[in-house]
């Protein structure tokens, strides 16, 4: 594929990336099934038999709930997993299909431009066929996407601290990789106090090196990162998860 494609950056070494189907995607163990009983919020229902299921992978956007009513209300789900062991709420967290040979409710969402990617999920081929329904909504400027402002500038701090406690995808380029104790930051101003920096635990660099990237490599490279904006005087955002950051090709 060509550089100006967006890749994954698990993949970013890789010469080609092979066609997910985003309907063959994310097929992990049967969690059950049942009726959808009620749509309890943007991204959970409850089934006929009491249980509550939450939709794994996705943010909500406004128009979510409004969607998922007119997705899943009063028809039979089938959930699937890799740990169907409930949340502190009580929610079985799942991926969820009405057919074996259709996407994911989550993929449907994303498509829509009703979600976004939370990259919670592990597994590659499910987050890259995840991503691609989103780049479709994208591509089409549907649901979320319609708002030129839905990608916030890295270079406009100020813009991403007003999202403060909200999930934001923010595209830039590195401008330097620093450690600083047992935390790297990648830089995106270079006022590093008051500008855009992502921020990554030493936990978890391993995760990166394992897919072939050093975080040194992304200086000077752009990159769309996705996740929850903290801070004060400048907005911070904590990676915890390698599917976090895409690499967007040639500067």
Do not use: H
């Amino acid at each position: 594929m060509k550089q100006s494609i967006t890749l994954l950056v698990a993949l970013a070494l890789l010469a080609a990336m092979p066609t997910i189907s985003v309907a063959g995607a994310c097929r992990f163990e049967p969690q059950g099934e049942g009726r959808v009983a009620e749509i309890i919020d943007a991204r959970s229902f409850r089934l006929d038999d009491g249980r509550e299921v939450r939709l794994v992978g996705i943010e909500p956007g406004a128009s979510a709930k409004q969607a998922l009513t007119t997705i899943v209300q009063g028809r039979e789900v089938s959930l699937r997993g890799t740990d169907d062991t409930p949340d502190r709420y009580g929610r079985q967290p799942a991926l969820v299909f009405l057919a074996d040979d259709e996407p994911s409710v989550q993929a449907t969402l994303l498509a829509q431009g009703a979600a976004l990617v939370s990259a919670e999920i592990a597994d590659r081929d499910c987050t890259t066929a995840l991503l691609a329904a989103e780049a479709e909504a994208r591509r089409a400027r549907k649901g979320t996407w319609s708002d030129p402002a839905a990608i916030k500038n890295a270079e406009s701090p100020d813009d991403i601290l007003a999202g403060i406690g909200r999930f934001v995808v923010v595209e830039g380029k590195v401008l330097s990789v620093r450690q600083a104790g047992t935390t790297t930051y990648l830089n995106f101003g270079r006022n590093w106090t008051r500008g855009f920096a992502v921020t990554i635990s030493r936990r978890i660099v391993p995760a990166f090196e394992t897919v072939g990237i050093t975080l040194k490599s992304l200086e000077n490279q752009r990159i769309r990162v996705r996740g929850w904006i903290e801070g004060n005087t400048g907005p911070r955002m904590d990676v915890l998860r390698v599917g976090q950051i895409e690499l967007l090709g040639a500067n």
